[in-house]
T-cell receptor, first 115, second 114 residues
Framework: DAGVIQSPRHEVTEMGQEVTLRCKPISGHDYLFWYRQTMMRGLELLIYFNNNVPIDDSGMPEDRFSAKMPNASFSTLKIQPSEPRDSAVYFC?????????????FGPGTRLTVL | AQTVTQSQPEMSVQEAETVTLSCTYDTSESDYYLFWYKQPPSRQMILVIRQEAYKQQNATENRFSVNFQKAAKSFSLKISDSQLGDAAMYFCAYYSGATNKLIFGTGTLLAVQP
């Protein structure tokens, strides 16, 4: 299995621009999670989906952030407009739901820099 | 709310020696899992080991083992025969069966000295 795939691996953009991060979960996994990692706040859960439906988006920082999962093999996290404080590493993870295991497998992350 | 505490920001170990990383958590739930993840400089989050709360037996994975003390809410990671490739940031994480959320500690940076 290829594991969780994220693109791009690095993104540099200017303040005010739209940024779209992409994720392909492990085939067969029915949960997908988006995390953000910063030095100040560590790893934070932003949103997660179950069977393509958003279940909990309480971690999404503000309306500039949105996430979609149009099908079982693809999800996007969009920031519009981007701000320098959005600079972070964004991880996507996927898992089987209970009772199959719950272990989350992470993608390689996207390092976002907003200038 | 559940919390995860890693009280050791940094640790160092000699190659081939054993090191133990500490983790405590706070919860009122009975259904949960605990994990250790490793994050090397490549920043990939790699699963090291997993423990189900209902299991009394401590999980082991080759050179990695845990000491799970449920009553004390403690979940330490022991790395035996440390190797240079073990150098990384190690995160303890709590998974809530009720909310499906994974809550991470702040991490312990492990250095392995040759």
């Amino acid at each position: 299995d290829a594991g969780v795939i994220q693109s791009p691996r690095h993104e540099v953009t200017e303040m005010g621009q739209e940024v779209t991060l992409r994720c392909k979960p492990i085939s067969g996994h029915d949960y997908l999670f988006w995390y953000r990692q910063t030095m100040m706040r560590g790893l934070e859960l932003l949103i997660y989906f179950n069977n393509n439906v958003p279940i909990d988006d309480s971690g999404m920082p503000e309306d500039r952030f949105s996430a979609k999962m149009p099908n079982a093999s693809f999800s996007t996290l969009k920031i519009q407009p981007s701000e320098p404080r959005d600079s972070a590493v964004y991880f996507c993870a996927s898992s089987f739901g209970k009772p199959k295991g719950d272990t989350q497998y992470f993608g390689p992350g996207t390092r976002l820099t907003v200038l | 709310a559940q919390t995860v505490t890693q009280s050791q920001p940094e640790m160092s170990v000699q190659e081939a020696e054993t090191v133990t990383l500490s983790c405590t958590y706070d919860t009122s739930e009975s259904d949960y899992y605990l994990f250790w993840y490793k994050q090397p400089p490549s920043r990939q989050m790699i699963l090291v080991i997993r423990q189900e709360a209902y299991k009394q037996q401590n999980a082991t994975e080759n050179r990695f083992s845990v000491n799970f003390q449920k009553a004390a809410k403690s979940f330490s990671l022991k790395i035996s025969d440390s190797q240079l490739g073990d150098a990384a940031m190690y995160f303890c994480a709590y998974y809530s069966g009720a909310t499906n959320k994974l809550i991470f500690g702040t991490g312990t940076l492990l250095a392995v000295q040759p």
